[in-house]
């Protein structure tokens, strides 16, 4: 016996067939495309499409019937017409408005037998496709090969490799997992590949306080290293170059808090106010630099350099990580052993010198056991000042000096108020 539908489902599948023809018709009607469906067809083609998913939802029979029977008219259709150009010498047809007619049968079975935010999300997603048909024609042209390549690499690193890593430990000397290893490289990763096309397609980004921002969910340390070369070659840009160092920073600090919430909330919990506390700092000495220093008559154009310098997925680099990532849990847990949570705080001071992201993410990730969250977070904050130090050594040295001076000083600081806290923390 055939089982009802409710009406509200019935109203959800009319509303939304009915949504879905309006955008159609609206579309088309600029164009003398030649297309079947419209704000009449597309109910009549959903609710025939649900009608025959009721007669039988446990085989589809009937509805895949129906289905046979729609795309034997389409493609009758679209074969008449496929040759046929309009004034501007494209096609009158494309396979759009014939999987526009198949949705708008699937969305009958799709609104009566799934939860309504499936056929909603579904519809809404054609509808906005469609629309945006001119826009995203435009990013096509806009995106190069080499882009396409660098999201492909994206998809490696998380969709194949990812997966396929062991969940255990493969060594005693590390609680670490091959997937903890490389799960910890895609969340850095996509940070850096968010704030990269953010940079490359983002006009605004190109220029000012942006690019620090970002830089600094990129890299901190390699954003200073541009803005101080920038300050040097530039002396209209002095200003905002030293705003954008202290900016980049501050930028730091919270990518740190977001990056080791993903892998332990409780050690997050513990470094949120001094993380948030830092940074706020740094971005209100940002402020007054940027507003005390601006000159409206010398703010910068498009063009800066960027702290992107290539592509940050290559797979190269990411093996690199990752191998520098389990080098880092193994010297660790060596040093916790050895000389127990001394050893991981002078660690932490050395380790500030190079790329802090692997022994952040190794503590985060319990790849030294033993410690508590107190002792944690006050070895990244220990990493974090470190690299301030280090960064403001290359404020001073690539910008020749006084014109990233007052910068260097308020990195110095930072770093030792974030010592301060890690003294807090610890007891």
């Avoid at 959903?46 to 029977?69: K, N, Q, R, S």
């Avoid at 629309?131 to 995106?143: F, K, M, Y």
């Avoid at 010198?353 to 990244?380: E, K, R």
């Amino acid at each position: 016996m055939i089982e009802a539908p409710s009406v509200t489902r019935i109203a959800l599948l009319l509303g939304l067939s009915l949504f879905l023809g309006l955008a159609f018709e609206d579309f088309f009607a600029r164009t003398d495309t030649k297309r079947p469906g419209g704000i009449r067809t597309f109910p009549m083609l959903a609710f025939a499409g649900g009608v025959l998913y009721l007669f039988d939802p446990h085989y589809f029979i009937p509805f895949t019937g129906g289905l046979v029977v729609l795309g034997a008219l389409l493609t009758i259709f679209y074969r008449q017409h496929v040759g046929e150009n309009n004034v501007e010498g494209e096609p009158h047809v494309g396979l759009v408005i014939p999987a526009l007619n198949v949705h708008a049968y699937l969305l009958g079975a799709i609104a009566l037998a799934l939860p309504p935010w499936v056929a909603v999300t579904f519809t809404v997603t054609a509808v906005l496709l469609l629309t945006g048909r001119e826009r995203l024609h435009a990013l096509a042209r806009r995106v190069e090969l080499k882009e396409i390549v660098t999201a492909g690499e994206f998809l490696i690193l998380t969709g194949i490799i990812l997966p396929l890593l062991p969940d255990e430990p493969v060594t005693t000397w590390t609680t670490i997992t091959p997937r903890h290893a490389w799960l910890a490289l895609v969340v850095v990763c996509t940070l850096s590949y968010a704030s990269y096309l953010a940079q490359r397609y983002w006009a605004a980004a190109a220029r000012g306080l942006w690019m620090a921002a970002l830089g600094g969910l990129y890299s901190s340390t390699a954003t200073t290293v541009v803005l101080a070369h920038q300050a040097k070659t530039e002396p209209s840009m002095v200003s905002t170059a030293q705003a954008g160092i202290t900016l980049a920073t501050a930028i730091m600090y919270l990518r740190i808090l977001v990056v080791v919430a993903v892998f332990n909330l409780p050690l997050a919990r513990t470094l949120a106010l001094p993380l948030v506390g830092l940074s706020l700092a740094g971005l209100v000495v940002c402020g007054l630099q940027y507003w005390l220093g601006r000159n409206p008559e010398t703010e910068p154009k498009s063009g800066q350099m960027s702290p992107f310098g290539g592509n940050p997925l290559q797979l190269g680099p990411a093996a690199v990580f990752a191998i520098l990532f389990v080098a880092v849990s193994f010297v660790s847990n060596w040093a916790k052993t050895e000389f127990g949570a001394s050893g991981i705080y002078a660690l932490a001071a050395i380790v500030g010198v190079t790329d802090i992201d692997p022994f952040v993410l190794n503590l985060a990730q319990g790849g030294t056991t033993g410690m508590s969250n107190s002792a944690l977070a006050a070895a990244i904050l220990i990493a974090a000042s470190s690299n301030n130090i280090l960064k403001a050594a290359y404020a001073v040295f690539f910008a020749g000096g006084r014109a990233t001076a007052v910068s260097a000083i308020i990195l110095v600081l930072l770093a030792a108020a974030g010592v301060a806290a890690a003294a807090a923390i610890s007891g």
